[in-house]
């Protein structure tokens, strides 16, 4: 099947032509689309931009599409933002480090915890160099 020429319109046969950007082109026809360039493209240079082929330099910089301006976009982006909730409420944003003080959470509960009795601390007996404790006391009398 032949195609006609992306920049020509005349007929592609198969040994000459170049397929980029959805189009045929002739291998002569395959230049910058910009009209003060010209340059032959190839296959790794080319860059398509609306069927339209441009070498790096010419190619057109998209601008504003309708999405980003849409309305419901340019609402979302001047919506209220969301409050943070909780204990680092007042950090959130400000790009201090949280303190945490007397009155946290974890501080309040580690002090209201009950307390474990120590057991066994009336039994322990004591080594040292001169040796056992009942020595020790010999010894000093």
Not at 57 to 73: C, E, F, G, I, L
Not at 110 to 131: F, M, S, W, Y
Request: proline residues 6%; aromatic residues 6%.
């Amino acid at each position: 099947m032949q195609e006609p020429c992306g920049k020509c319109t005349k007929t592609v046969y198969p040994t000459e032509k170049v397929e980029a950007a959805g189009k045929w082109f002739h291998k002569g026809c395959f230049k910058c689309n910009n009209d003060e360039c010209g340059i032959t493209l190839s296959l790794k240079t080319f860059k398509a931009f609306e069927g339209a082929v441009y070498c790096d330099r010419h190619v057109p910089k998209p601008t504003h599409t309708a999405v980003s301006d849409s309305v419901s976009v340019v609402h979302a982006l001047h919506a209220p933002k969301k409050t943070a909730e909780g204990i680092h409420k007042a950090q959130v944003g400000t790009g201090e480090v949280p303190t945490y003080g007397i009155d946290s959470i974890a501080v309040q509960h580690a002090v209201t915890a009950p307390k474990k009795p120590i057991e066994n601390i009336g039994n322990v007996k004591k080594d040292n160099a001169l040796g056992s404790h009942e020595e020790l006391h010999a010894a000093s009398s």
